[in-house]
């Protein structure tokens, strides 16, 4: 099957995780002890005491006094900079704050002695919501701060009053997103062990990013990098959620050093749902400007973005509103744009990116402002996108990012013929005169993917992410071993570098072996996250690939007594193209090691080749279409047909691909209807189960129907664009406009995601036209 | 907790005995996990939303998170360890990986395991049965859209 690009070649993950072979981190408890730790049941609070039983180990913040707190930093002056003590000293900031942590045998007696520290904790008015926390007079989450106002960024090109004041048609909308938590199946987790002999420890964690873990660890436990490995076991799903540090992690390295052992903490689902990291909790205010041929001239936005009691590490509370401020115009061309985006900090479970960050909710945004537009214009959504889209290439955005080559208009066309737009406005007209509400909804989006060094740079990291190495190794017998700092989960990276290395030295993708996620082993690099592991790491292994060829080659010439120019490597053999001489690879790798004195001079022995990219970044795009059917009895939406049109340049393996997008837009269809982490106004957590929070089910799912464009830009090496968020990040706006467009008879303006039905009821029973 | 409130307990999983002393209050999914040493069977929730821990108890599929492990003696229990016949993989689990059927695969054999169960009693569902079945249990990864063609071809490749 050559070339091995393209094929959908089943998985080499999986034979292990289908047979119950698979290893995640509580299945590595076997010599460990158990930790547990003990929460805060406060929102807001001074600790005055904290107090266990003497037969009970148990550590406080103030064993840990040696551990530095985790700050994240941003060099810009429009940043304030909060810090997290691992375990909470002093205050409590959110329910679930971890805030002592007890050491059992087992998971049982762990989460009984937790249940006997008796933590006494005065409480303060919490601040919940950003609204309520930006109020004058507002308690304040961090006392050094005036106010709650952790990032406030703004940005402003010239005359944008003046382009409203001269508009035809100014739309104005609020919008506002629920909290959602990225629920990976796999809670977090970690194994750390201590060696004595060697006086290392070893962190077996769930988490996405091994190298930044081992380096943050290092710095807060303030020994040399060294003595620790991070190792990353099979990870049962991580949106995100797993990519910043976890406080947890921290102490369970520490509880391990201290106690010279074995240790794992494993968390539960109610802890998950309650500590782990939280996303997409928005408010917005947004306005647009068109003149009357409904081209859209100037955004007004302002942003505010909930992150909660603390900052993530390394990416810091700016993730949020910072990407929702730069990559707020998404695929519309118009050069006028004044944003103010804030990230205020409150009583709540802190928050970090979650797959797409903020764009599946400014994708919302400016897709309600198209669908609204159109409905002032008495148009259809589609015609007011295409007078819209970025059609030239680069396009360089109003906030100055660079879009290479797209189809954002082809996918919008063909996603609207896939669906059959003129019949379903028949069929939708017809229901209406029946008392039925069908809806269609559409999301045009462009993905921002596969940005390196650059484009973390622009946002002022202090720990700036972006590039990839990769070690890569022919041995004697010609099978190639490929080490990487990017850490798959999932993802399907052990196959899909494989195909593309396999193509590059002429070896079936089952001779090579691609090792990853264990920091003795591999290469220094960011992890996986951001659509980014195939773009970056791929376009590494493939300029490593290259000059192994090249040395493949030069080898094979001498041998052959050819040019190095003429060699082709493919299918195992080194051939003089146009001759019938060649030599197998497997032959060239012996000779490489085992009869270095037939090298060419100057030509080290062995086959090894080590690369690095760091790409500015690519943009993928895509059309969802949604239809929808809305009972205004009970407010529930029946989603009948979901169409993806995406454009991801060139696939690697379809099948993958297709994957992605399948989970990708189920997680938006939870976003839009589903998924809600709910708070009183005490700053209690009200969805710690479950049965609370509502991922969805096959039931709640239609099928997902994906046809694909391939541009290929010069923007990768590889010519493959990342997609791993683009589902995520378009369903959602596909979904609401199609909930909205199946309402509007009723005059409801449906501004708040999850549509839950109790909202859409509430929408229905409010409005004035009584529902046939 | 102390040793004099555990039970002797004797399970029969995947055909082999295991005789375990647990507490009562132990449940099965920990029991086979840690008493048992098979942790092919995943927890993901504990209190029997999202099914991973599915497993088969006398061919029933069964959240094993929410039953005892005192519950189940003389009870024929098996896991994902017992799907596969040496190398040779179930037409199920056959079907799952050429079908990208998981991702990170921790769902993965609670999924394989309702579907053993539920094909093993109904070899030709229909597709509105197939999906109020695998709407049992949660992925979070996959979308659904290739576990319901996986199980799909699964049954015609059982059905022979």
Redesign the interface.
């Known amino acids: 099957m050559i070339p091995w690009i393209g094929q959908?070649l089943?998985?080499f993950?999986?034979?292990p995780?289908?047979?119950?072979?698979?290893?995640?981190v509580?299945?590595l408890t076997r010599d460990a002890s158990f930790l547990r730790f003990v929460r805060s049941p406060v929102a807001h609070g001074r600790i005055v005491s904290i107090e266990a039983p003497g037969r009970i180990t148990a550590f406080t913040a103030d064993d840990l006094r040696q551990v530095r707190p985790i700050r994240p930093l941003l060099h810009r002056p429009d940043f304030h900079p909060i810090e997290q003590p691992v375990l909470a000293s002093g205050k409590v900031r959110f329910v679930g704050e971890p805030v002592a942590v007890v050491v059992a045998r087992t998971p049982?007696?762990a989460e009984?002695a937790a249940e006997q520290v008796f933590v006494e904790i005065e409480p303060q008015d919490p601040v919940v919501s950003a609204p309520d926390a930006l109020r004058p007079g507002a308690p304040t989450v961090h006392d050094h701060l005036e106010d709650n106002v952790v990032v406030d960024a703004r940005f402003e090109t010239e005359g944008v009053d003046e382009v409203f004041a001269g508009a035809a048609v100014v739309v104005e909308f609020d919008l506002r997103s629920q909290r959602q938590n990225a629920?990976?199946?796999?809670?977090r987790g970690s194994v750390a062990s201590y060696d004595p002999r060697s006086g290392r420890t070893t962190l077996t964690a769930s988490v996405q990013s091994p190298h930044v873990i081992r380096t943050i660890l290092a710095d807060l436990l303030g020994i040399p990098e060294s003595d620790l490995r991070v190792v990353v076991p099979?990870?049962?799903?991580?949106?995100g959620q797993k990519f910043c540090l976890a406080p947890e992690d921290v102490v369970t390295a520490w509880v391990a050093r201290r106690l010279r052992t074995t240790v794992s903490w494993v968390e539960?689902?109610r802890e998950n749902l309650m500590s782990s990291f939280h996303s997409r909790d928005h408010h917005y205010r947004v306005r647009g400007a068109f003149d009357r041929d409904a081209r859209l001239l100037a955004v007004d936005a302002d942003l505010l973005c909930n992150i909660g009691a603390y900052s993530c590490y390394p990416v810091t509370c700016g993730v949020e509103p910072l990407m929702a401020l730069a990559e707020f115009p998404g695929p519309y061309d118009f050069r006028t744009y004044r944003v103010r985006s804030r990230g205020i900090t409150t009583n709540t479970c802190p928050m970090a990116p979650y797959r797409g960050v903020s764009r599946p909710v400014i994708t919302l945004a400016m897709e309600r402002l198209m669908d609204l537009a159109a409905v002032r214009f008495g148009i259809e959504p589609a015609e007011i996108r295409r007078g819209n889209l970025v059609s030239e290439f680069p396009y360089s955005s109003a906030t100055g990012l660079v879009y290479d080559e797209g189809s954002y208009v082809e996918s919008l066309d063909r996603a609207v013929e896939e669906i059959g737009l003129e019949d379903f406005r028949d069929r939708q007209a017809a229901a209406r005169s029946e008392g039925r509400y069908l809806g269609v909804g559409i999301s045009v989006f462009s993905e921002r993917t596969g940005y390196g060094t650059s484009a973390f740079a622009a946002r002022s990291m202090d720990v700036t992410p972006g590039y990839e190495t990769v070690d890569l190794a022919m041995d004697p017998s010609g099978n190639v071993e490929v080490r990487l700092g990017a850490s798959p989960?999932?993802?399907?990276l052990e196959t899909t570098l494989a195909q593309l290395i396999g193509d590059e030295l002429g070896v079936e993708p089952a001779r090579v072996r691609v090792v990853h996620s264990d920091t003795d082993r591999t290469p220094y690099g960011w992890g996986t996250f951001a659509s980014r592991s195939l773009v970056i790491a791929g376009g590494a292994a493939r300029l490593a690939s290259d000059r192994l060829r090249a040395k493949l080659a030069a080898i094979a010439s001498a041998e052959l007594e050819a040019a190095p120019e003429d060699i082709v490597i493919r299918a195992g053999r080194a051939t003089v193209a146009g001759t019938d001489a060649g030599i197998d690879v497997s032959e060239l790798a012996r000779l490489a090691y085992h009869s270095s004195h037939r090298l060419a001079g100057g030509m080290d022995p062995g086959l090894t080749a080590t690369a690095t990219y760091d790409p500015a970044g690519t943009f993928s795009n895509a059309c969802h279409v949604a239809a929808v059917e809305v009972d205004p009895e009970t407010g529930g939406v029946r989603v009948d047909r979901f169409v993806v049109v995406e454009d991801a340049g060139r696939l690697i393996n379809p099948?993958?691909v297709?994957?992605q997008?399948?989970?990708?837009?189920?997680?938006g269809i939870a976003g839009a209807l589903y998924e809600e982490i709910r708070y009183d106004s005490e700053g209690n957590i009200l969805t710690t189960?479950?049965?609370d929070f509502l991922?969805p089910?096959?039931?709640?799912?239609p099928?997902?129907e994906v046809h694909h464009l391939e541009t290929i830009s010069d923007a990768t090496i590889t010519g493959a664009k990342g997609l791993g968020e683009g589902?995520t990040i378009g369903a959602p706006a596909a979904i609401i406009n199609a909930v909205a467009d199946a309402l509007r008879p009723l005059g409801v303006e449906v501004a708040e995601v999850p549509a839950t039905p109790s909202r859409l009821r509430r929408l229905v029973s409010e409005s004035e036209r009584i529902p046939a | 907790?102390t040793e004099r409130t555990r039970v002797e307990v004797e399970l029969t999983v995947n055909g082999r005995s295991h005789r375990v002393r647990v507490?009562p209050?132990?449940t099965l999914a920990d029991a086979l996990?840690d008493d048992c040493g098979?942790?092919?069977?995943?927890?993901?929730?504990?209190?029997g939303?999202?099914g991973?821990c599915t497993i088969l108890a006398d061919g029933e599929p069964v959240r094993s998170c929410l039953m005892f492990a005192v519950q189940c003696e003389g009870m024929d229990l098996r896991?994902?360890?017992d799907?596969?016949d040496g190398d040779r993989?179930h037409p199920i689990?056959q079907a799952?990986?050429?079908n990208?059927g998981?991702?990170?695969?921790?769902?993965?054999?609670g999924f394989?395991m309702l579907s053993a169960g539920y094909l093993a009693q109904n070899p030709d569902p229909d597709e509105e049965e197939l999906?109020?079945v695998?709407?049992?249990?949660?992925?979070?990864?996959?979308?659904?859209?290739?576990?319901?063609k996986a199980v799909r071809q699964a049954a015609e490749v059982m059905r022979g």
């Open positions: 959908p089943p998985r993950e999986d034979p995780l289908l047979t119950g072979e698979g290893r995640f509580a299945d049982e007696e009984d629920l990976p199946l796999e809670a099979d990870v049962g799903g991580a949106f539960d689902r989960h999932g993802q399907g099948m993958i297709d994957g997008l399948h989970g990708g837009v189920t997680q189960s479950l049965m991922p089910t096959l039931a709640e799912v099928t997902i589902g | 907790m507490e209050r132990r996990r098979l942790t092919g069977t995943h927890l993901g929730c504990e209190h939303v999202c991973a896991t994902v360890e799907l596969a993989l689990q799952f990986w050429e990208h998981l991702q990170c695969g921790f769902c993965t054999p394989l999906r109020a695998l709407s049992s249990n949660l992925c979070r990864c996959t979308g659904y859209q290739n576990i319901l």
